[in-house]
């Protein structure tokens, strides 16, 4: 037993993120709120960044900067995970600032934020 709690102990943030994105998932099926759904999108982009940044960190390496004319790469953590997730927050702010502007006109089209009621509305429209 102990040896299952020191693993999940190791593996507290792969954990964390998979639970994360579990509960943004759920969200994402479940809410019919618009809104609701950008922050649940957001909490499963934010659990694959942890994920990310919990695989490129490894116990007992120094940041990728050679000091001391060490040059062995197994004295270093890998600098490629922090690049994607970098890169993967800035793409992200940029498609939740799109799914705003969406809602946003939706709302000042059909006066509602909820999912079904536009659906709704919009066959109303089309018949």
Known sequence: MDGIIEKAISLRF????????????????????????????NVMDSSVFLFLASQGYIEGRMAPIVTNGVTDAANYVNPIPAGLVLTGIVVSVSVSAFFLALVQRLYKHYHTVDFDEIMMLAKERVE
């Not at 954990?15 to 999108?41: E, H």
Request: aromatic share 10%; net charge positive.
């Open 14 to 41: 792969e954990i964390a993120a998979v639970i994360l994105f579990g509960i943004g998932f759920i969200n994402l099926l479940l809410q019919s709120n618009l809104i609701k759904k950008i922050v649940a999108f």
